[in-house]
């Protein structure tokens, strides 16, 4: 037991290390996109990384229960402590620059996919998941990554006429588009401009100061450092955790909820606290990197587990449901939405931060309450 335990620390260590490369290479290779698109896809996906090797090692090894119940355990922990963390350093003089209050009202689009998708993906697991699941969460992933590219593109236009409008002394501060008629009125007026001028304007977004190569290049080895370390460590990982489990007569399943997501999930949190401490702007970009990455975890992270079911079992087999599975998928569906239901205001602050902290305390306390299945979840080859 001393054995796994020992390991276990190690490869932990290991996993944490790596994913604190990822997290600063990740953030510093993003730095030429726009907020939501960052956080979205290109943080949300570098941060994702050390789950998605968790749980392609735990699948194709047979381990369903702990590939499940690591993105499980991921959605839950930052979608209650993550969250609370970033809005209690936002909102505090931890901030370089505090705010009253984090806009969410932006977001929408994203707060009602994470709700679809946690609901589909607990209704789907009601008969176990196969390949049309899979499909059904890889085509998911790819509709969010349009939307989000879609999104970008629109406000790199509005950044575009807004920098452009500016140039021609309008003045330098431009209020916030809140209502459709300006929005019209900027997309028109864009339409409108001389295509050589907005050529001018855009080339002059893009130049990036000296020594950004440099920079760069740094971002990128790091980076590379840091996902060589996570593939490294999944796998030892994921075997010290099954001899844990054995050793003290723990589900699996159970330690890979709160115990995976401490390594899965540390590029997120250290982006997080990073990102909240610069002000408005980098409360943005965090809370899409928070939706974002649920998302994820929520259509790519399953399709994962599915394919890597397949590539164990065979093409036709099904990550089955057994009872502590279902309990899990129900906690972290009706978390998720408890959680989301203040994002649905224009602002959130302290006080939902203090909510979303005691919500994890009590889903902890509801994980040994909940009955156990020590069995590992099994896989059929016939729906």
Known sequence: MVENIVNMVIWLSELIIASWALSYGAEHLSSRYGAKFVGRTVLSIATTLPEIAIVIYAAASGNYGIALGAGLGSNLLMMTLGLSLMLIIATTRLSKAPLKGVDVSTFKLDKVFLIITAVLS????????????????????????????????????????????????????????????????????IKSEPEPKLVEVKNDLLRTPKGFDKQMLKAILIFIAGTAGILIGAEPFIHSLEGISVDI?????????????????????????????????????????????????????????????????????????????SYQ???????????????????IGLKVGAMLAALYIVSLGIQFIIPHEIAPVSASHSR
């Open 122 to 189: 607990a209704v789907l697991f009601i008969d176990g998941y196969n390949y049309l699941d899979g499909s059904i969460f890889s085509g998911m992933f790819i509709a969010y990554f349009v939307m989000a590219l879609y999104e970008m593109k629109a406000e790199k236009k509005k950044e575009l006429f807004l920098k452009f409008r500016s140039s021609k002394g309008t003045g330098n501060h431009v209020e916030k588009d809140d209502n459709e008629s300006q929005r019209i009125e900027t997309t028109r007026t």
């Open 249 to 325: 007569g723990i589900s699996a399943v159970i330690l890979a909820v709160i115990i995976s997501p401490i390594a899965g999930e540390m590029p997120e949190k250290i982006s997080l606290m990073i990102l909240a401490r610069k002000g408005a702007q980098g409360a943005s970009v965090a809370i899409s990197n928070v939706l974002g990455s649920k998302i994820l975890n929520n259509t790519l992270l399953l399709a994962v587990a599915v394919f890597g079911a397949m590539y164990h079992g065979g093409f036709f087999s099904i990550i089955g449901v057994n009872t502590l599975l």
């Open 329 to 347: 998928m129900i906690l972290v569906t009706v978390i998720t939405i408890i959680a989301l239901i203040p994002m649905f205001k224009r602002e």
